[in-house]
Each structure stands twice: as structure tokens, then as C-alpha cells.
């Protein structure tokens, strides 16, 4: 079983781990995938930091104050085989993707912040819409113009959504009241993530299918 940690609650002070695979014998130790949020520069510096490799040392500094019981921090850092700054940035929503034969996807079309997993799974939803609207239409042009009427707005939205904390405005909450957060608020905040997503259980239900039906050889 995978099990993915979260601690803190707010941007800035976060820290995020989870298993990339399975030990090689059971009880053995597994190949991990941590975050470390810290606030830094102020907004709009250092943008050029991107993929920056980070000392060991500046890491353990960024950890300091960070007290987590039942896992070793500062083991988990000196044992980790690469370590690399990411700086948390986004854009403004765009008013139009596509420009004739060429339209934007994934992160070229929405940057966010990595706010509950809605930058990469909007991209695997772009991607499904791109090739539905592709095989419903003989003129490119006028595909693309169905996939960014369809698409556009619902990312639009988890761009701004994003910047309030998003699906992860649960996690600060619990932070706030010091527990577990009540279960109807909860849902609340869920619910309202998942109307701007346009993913619904109503709406998934309601709507055609966006599969592309298999070419024959």
C-alpha cells in the first residue's frame, strides 16, 4: 500500500512525500518523492531558478524548525540522490488558445500552482478533448476551435481557484481549527473545486463521451 504524507498547511510551509516505487524486499526501503515548500523570494523574482540543484546543507536550513516524529528528516535529505528547486509561479488565464493550425495545451495554456494535482490532470484532460474534437472534424482549424471552447474556461478558472489554495483549502482549514474538518465543509469545498473543473459526478454523467474511437488497420 502507497501511502502520501502531507504536513503543514499552507503554502510556504508544507512538507509533501510519497513512494515513486515498491521496495525491492518487503520492509525495505523505497525509492521516495519529497516536497518541500518554503516562502522565499517574493512573487515574481527569481524566476530563472527553475530545476536549480540545491546543496544539502540548504535543504536541512529549510527543514529547521520542523519536528515530524515518525519520519527522519534530515535522513531523508542526506540520502536523497538529487535535490532541486522548483519555484511555485503560474499566469494569468488566457483569453484564447489557439491561433489557426496551432493552439496551446497543459501547462502552455493553463500554468497553476500544484494545488490538489489540477495542473497535470487538466493536461490529461486537454490531451482527451484535443483528440475527440480531431476525430469529430475534417478541418483542423475548426477542431481546435471546439477543443478550446470546451476547455478554455473550466482551467481558467483553477488558475484563479489555485491561488485561493484551491482543494488544498481543506488542509489549511484543519490547520486553522487545530482537526479534522467537519464532513459537510468538506464536501463543500470539494464539491466547489470540482464545478469549476467541470468533473461532477452530475456533469460526467450527463455528457457524451469524450473516447476516441479505435482506427482499424
Given at each position: 500500500?502507497?501511502?502520501?504524507?502531507?504536513?503543514?498547511?499552507?503554502?510556504?510551509?508544507?512538507?509533501?512525500?510519497?513512494?515513486?516505487?515498491?521496495?525491492?524486499?518487503?520492509?525495505?526501503?523505497?525509492?521516495?518523492?519529497?516536497?518541500?515548500?518554503?516562502?522565499?523570494?517574493?512573487?515574481?523574482?527569481?524566476?530563472?531558478?527553475?530545476?536549480?540543484?540545491?546543496?544539502?546543507?540548504?535543504?536541512?536550513?529549510?527543514?529547521?524548525?520542523?519536528?515530524?516524529?515518525?519520519?527522519?528528516?534530515?535522513?531523508?535529505?542526506?540520502?536523497?540522490?538529487?535535490?532541486?528547486?522548483?519555484?511555485?509561479?503560474?499566469?494569468?488565464?488566457?483569453?484564447?488558445?489557439?491561433?489557426?493550425?496551432?493552439?496551446?495545451?497543459?501547462?502552455?495554456?493553463?500554468?497553476?500552482?500544484?494545488?490538489?494535482?489540477?495542473?497535470?490532470?487538466?493536461?490529461?484532460?486537454?490531451?482527451?478533448?484535443?483528440?475527440?474534437?480531431?476525430?469529430?472534424?475534417?478541418?483542423?482549424?475548426?477542431?481546435?476551435?471546439?477543443?478550446?471552447?470546451?476547455?478554455?474556461?473550466?482551467?481558467?478558472q483553477l488558475v484563479l481557484a489555485s491561488r485561493?489554495?484551491?482543494?488544498?483549502?481543506?488542509?489549511?482549514?484543519?490547520?486553522?481549527?487545530?482537526?479534522?474538518?467537519?464532513?459537510?465543509?468538506?464536501?463543500?469545498?470539494?464539491?466547489?473545486?470540482?464545478?469549476?473543473?467541470?468533473?461532477?459526478?452530475?456533469?460526467?454523467?450527463?455528457?457524451?463521451?469524450?473516447?476516441?474511437?479505435?482506427?482499424?488497420?
Amino acid at each position: 500500500m502507497k501511502i502520501v504524507v502531507v504536513a503543514g498547511g499552507r503554502p510556504g510551509d508544507k512538507f509533501v512525500a510519497y513512494p515513486v516505487a515498491d521496495p525491492a524486499v518487503e520492509g525495505g526501503p523505497a525509492l521516495m518523492n519529497w516536497v518541500l515548500e518554503i516562502r522565499g523570494q517574493e512573487p515574481g523574482e527569481g524566476l530563472d531558478r527553475s530545476n536549480r540543484p540545491v546543496p544539502t546543507e540548504e535543504a536541512l536550513a529549510g527543514l529547521a524548525g520542523w519536528d515530524l516524529t515518525w519520519v527522519d528528516l534530515p535522513e531523508l535529505i542526506r540520502g536523497s540522490t538529487g535535490i532541486h528547486e522548483y519555484p511555485m509561479v503560474d499566469r494569468d488565464p488566457l483569453p484564447r488558445w489557439s491561433f489557426g493550425r496551432v493552439t496551446l495545451v497543459g501547462d502552455a495554456a493553463h500554468p497553476m500552482y500544484p494545488m490538489g494535482m489540477n495542473g497535470g490532470s487538466q493536461s490529461i484532460v486537454d490531451a482527451r478533448v484535443l483528440a475527440w474534437t480531431l476525430s469529430q472534424h475534417d478541418d483542423p482549424v475548426r477542431a481546435l476551435g471546439w477543443y478550446e471552447n470546451v476547455r478554455r474556461e473550466p482551467p481558467n478558472q483553477l488558475v484563479l481557484a489555485s491561488r485561493e489554495l484551491g482543494p488544498e483549502k481543506i488542509i489549511a482549514l484543519a490547520e486553522e481549527i487545530g482537526g479534522p474538518v467537519p464532513a459537510e465543509r468538506a464536501t463543500a469545498l470539494s464539491q466547489g473545486c470540482k464545478k469549476l473543473a467541470g468533473c461532477t459526478t452530475a456533469v460526467l454523467n450527463s455528457r457524451d463521451s469524450w473516447s476516441v474511437s479505435p482506427v482499424g488497420p
